[in-house]
């Protein structure tokens, strides 16, 4: 078993061992998504829900909600598994396949690159620009809603929010059996 199906399992395991509400207590706000109830959310820590065609993934880290596409902009790596950490003041989630790191604010890609015109050289990290699309989180009495980031265009992490790519998950599952 891989370390990714390892994840999957265990996460999977506490998602259903914690019964997230269906529905929401309150009136959703305009153009978001219920996720569940804040108190579950916190306790399970990350939580991912398919909700309007998208697969999303809420976190809690430090007393903040946060939301972003569950797969990594990349090569697709689950998100639920990887570690958050702050680089450069920024705080990040590093994806467990090859370790990419993705602002949890911005969706930005980091890339640390060595400064030779400081003597002596030092390392500083650099944006390769918005790869993953992050939402925004909606708190209303105790729900969790999302709002979908309206930013215009592909962000990277889009191409696997397809239903052709959910069906080329499906087909590799199949033939795991």
Not at 31 to 56: H, P, T, W
Not at 144 to 159: E, L, T, Y
Request: contains cysteine; hydrophobic residues 30%.
């Amino acid at each position: 078993m891989s370390a990714e199906d390892k994840v999957e399992v265990t996460m999977t395991s506490l998602l259903s061992s914690l019964s997230l509400a269906t529905s929401p207590s309150t009136s959703p706000p305009p153009s978001s998504y219920f996720i569940g109830r804040k108190e579950e959310i916190l306790q399970a820590r990350r939580v991912e829900k398919f909700v309007n065609g998208r697969d999303v993934l809420v976190l809690h880290h430090e007393g903040v909600l946060h939301a972003m596409d569950k797969r990594c902009y990349h090569k697709g790596g689950l998100l639920q598994g990887g570690d958050i950490e702050e680089f450069d003041g920024r705080l990040c989630i590093v994806c467990p396949w090859h370790k990419f790191k993705i602002t949890l604010a911005e969706g930005e890609g980091l890339y640390q690159v060595l400064d030779r015109a400081q003597k002596p050289p030092k390392h500083k990290w650099l944006s390769k620009g918005v790869k993953q699309r992050v939402h925004t989180v909606i708190e209303v009495d105790e729900d969790v809603f999302v709002r979908f980031n309206s930013m215009p265009g592909s962000i990277d992490s889009d191409q696997y929010q397809t239903n052709e790519y959910r069906a080329t998950l499906e087909t590799g599952e199949k033939t795991k059996k």
